[in-house]
């Protein structure tokens, strides 16, 4: 079956500017995360003694404003999908704080979790898997109704077939089965299930990575609509740093279990501060062959450590080319070196063009510790 092509879904993604943002500087954050840990434990033997641990996220914090989408990126392993799942409470924490509407939602138990689905739901990254093959299309959006005993108005079928329309299927997919659309499609499909309970925070996990280029697009502009539509709150995890620069409106980069930089999209891609932010940026594709020759490729050296045991201090100094002995012994902290830009480096790049600021007070999107 062919992808939907509507005129919508036809135009090119466009840069979210800073100064009409989204999101209210002056708002409560909507999700408020501190210290946010999860170790996944080695065991061996009969007994299963723990010989060791996946630092899989290792102590990072961030704020979520109502409104403004926060792009997550690194390279493969480095934490970012686990750390949707643990903020979705599709996995438990071991250690830290996860705050939704000023609510610790933490430890909460699956029955005191049940009414925060409501709020909090998930785009996963493969749209084939994700969707249960023996189901109709309606019976997969309905789900979410069913698990939290809503009756819309109007009746269930109605409801969904809005939700089809809504995210650009026809309504009369209702019955046709996940195996008949193509992959794009069937992440529109995945996008109508989450939006089916009307949630406050959406956590995107590589939405379009699965997608064929051609596809991408479309569905970029279809989940930046539907947030003004909807007024939605996005968390978007990926790789691709040329998607994260179109829908984001705040950048976090994770690096082994770590942020290490994070900062608004314009200040982010116009001036990176930490080392690796800057490679990530050099191997960004550029379409115009001058361009292309007029910029510094940095190829880093080795591979991303294991976070079985990952390096002492700073996590990034194994294959940093600005490392130096107190990268070694000392971890560095993210600490704001300008309004609303933070970073986790001993040595950072850019840090002379603007005066220091102060760290910023966490309802303004700091991710100092507590």
């Known amino acids: 079956m062919t992808e939907t092509t509507d005129d919508q879904s036809k135009k090119i993604p466009l840069q979210k500017g800073t100064e009409d943002a989204k999101a209210s500087d002056g708002a409560a954050p909507l999700l408020r995360v501190r210290g946010l840990v999860r170790h996944f434990p080695i065991t061996k033997g009969l007994l299963k003694r723990q010989a060791g641990a996946v630092q899989a996220v290792d102590g990072i914090d961030f704020d979520v404003r109502p409104g403004e989408t926060l792009g997550v990126v690194g390279e493969s392993g480095c934490g970012k999908s686990t750390m949707g799942r643990l903020i979705t409470r599709l996995d438990e924490p071991t250690g830290g704080t996860i705050e939704f509407q000023g609510r610790d939602i933490t430890h909460l138990s699956p ?4 009414p925060m689905r409501r709020d909090v739901q998930m785009i996963f990254q493969d749209p084939y898997g994700s969707l249960n093959p023996r189901h109709t299309i309606g019976g997969i959006v309905s789900t979410p109704f069913r698990l939290q005993g809503v009756e819309p108005e109007g009746g269930l079928k109605k409801e969904v077939q809005r939700l089809l329309e809504l995210v650009g299927l026809s309504p009369e997919h209702y019955n046709r089965y996940p195996h008949e659309f193509s992959g794009g ?10 939006l089916a309970l009307k949630p406050k925070l959406v956590v995107a996990d590589e939405p ?15 989940m930046d609509d539907l947030q003004e539509e909807l007024g939605l709150t996005y968390v978007i995890i990926a790789h691709d740093l040329s998607v994260i620069r179109h829908v984001s409106d705040r950048i976090a980069v994770m690096y082994l279990g770590k942020i290490v930089e994070l900062s608004d999209r314009k200040a982010l891609y116009e001036s990176p501060m930490h080392p690796y932010t800057k490679a990530l940026l050099s191997a960004v594709p550029v379409p115009d062959p001058k361009r292309r020759t007029q910029r510094d490729r940095i190829l880093l050296k080795g591979d991303v450590p294991s976070p079985i045991n990952p390096p002492s201090g700073c996590r990034f100094r194994t294959r940093c080319w600005k490392a130096t002995e107190v990268c070694t012994t000392t971890e560095p902290p993210l600490v704001a070196l300008r309004t609303g830009h933070q970073v986790a480096c001993h040595h950072p790049e850019n840090a002379g063009d603007r005066p220091a600021a102060a760290p910023a007070e966490p309802g303004e999107g700091a991710a100092t510790g507590e």
């Not at 029955?111 to 049940?114: H, K, P, Q």
């Not at 379009?208 to 279809?222: E, F, K, M, T, Y």
């Open 111 to 114: 029955g005191r979790l049940r």
């Open 185 to 194: 499609q069937r992440q529109r499909i995945g996008i109508a299930r989450a």
């Open 208 to 222: 379009v990575s699965a997608l064929d280029v051609s596809i991408q697009a479309q569905v970029v502009n279809l």
